[in-house]
């Protein structure tokens, strides 16, 4: 068993490495530059071990796509409980907000819509690994509340993009088009609200009062 761990602590080590190295590639040098020898030396790693975690460069995207979205703590807590949709919208606006807020998110976007035209792959790897799991969580978190009867949504899928998009582009477009236009606490707060207080305007079953925050 001591053994087995230590291969399984070794294989990890160096898909870390690995993914590690080519965030720094993908950054600095773009995608099309950045070849799967230069990764596998930057990590300190053979190019048959690189091969054997990621067969392709679009692979290794998708891995660090996976290690910086699905691998969220705010992913991994269970849902708010329904019959509160102001304090349950809020509690996900501010942890998709605090996502799109990290160093590291910005500069990818920039990598993925300079390379998207030659290699959709980056823009399909932001999708399915970045927003699908996010909006997966918040068509789950609508359900439970259409079933509560505290909201009447048809269409949950547009519902959920209407939400997120609210919060994309007051608090994410602004900074990532002017790197100096910041956008403080108090103001992600304010928008999280006016997102819960339109979104319940819309699709609220006689709720009232303003969101609260978490």
């Known amino acids: 068993m001591a053994v087995e761990e230590y291969r399984q602590r070794v294989k990890s080590e160096k898909?870390?490495?690995?993914?590690?190295?080519?965030?720094?590639?993908?950054?600095?040098?773009?995608?099309?530059r950045t070849t799967l020898a230069q990764v596998a030396k930057e990590a300190g790693i053979s190019t048959g071990t690189l091969f054997k975690h990621f067969p392709t460069k679009a692979a290794l995207f998708e891995g660090i796509m996976e290690q910086l979205w699905e691998a969220d703590p705010e992913l991994q807590r269970p849902l708010p409980p329904p019959g509160n949709p102001a304090g349950g919208l809020t509690a996900i606006g501010h942890d998709y907000a605090g996502k799109l807020r990290q160093p590291h998110t910005g500069p990818?976007?920039?990598?993925?819509?300079?390379?998207?035209?030659?290699?959709?792959?980056?823009?399909?790897?932001?999708?399915?690994?970045?927003?699908?799991p996010y909006l997966d969580r918040l068509h789950a978190y609508l359900r439970s509340e259409i079933a509560a009867g505290t909201m009447a949504i048809h269409d949950v899928p547009l519902a959920a993009r209407q939400f997120l998009g609210m919060i994309n582009d007051l608090i994410f477009w602004p900074t990532f088009l002017a790197a100096d236009q910041g956008v403080s606490d108090a103001e992600v707060g304010r928008v999280i609200d006016e997102a819960v207080l339109t979104l319940l305007a819309r699709y609220g079953r006689g709720i009232t009062g303003g969101a609260q925050r978490p």
Request: hydrophobic letters at 50%.
């Open 15 to 32: 898909r870390t490495a690995a993914l590690a190295a080519a965030g720094k590639a993908f950054l600095s040098q773009g995608y099309d």
């Open 108 to 132: 990818l976007f920039r990598v993925i819509i300079a390379e998207a035209p030659r290699f959709p792959e980056l823009g399909q790897a932001l999708f399915q690994r970045g927003k699908a």
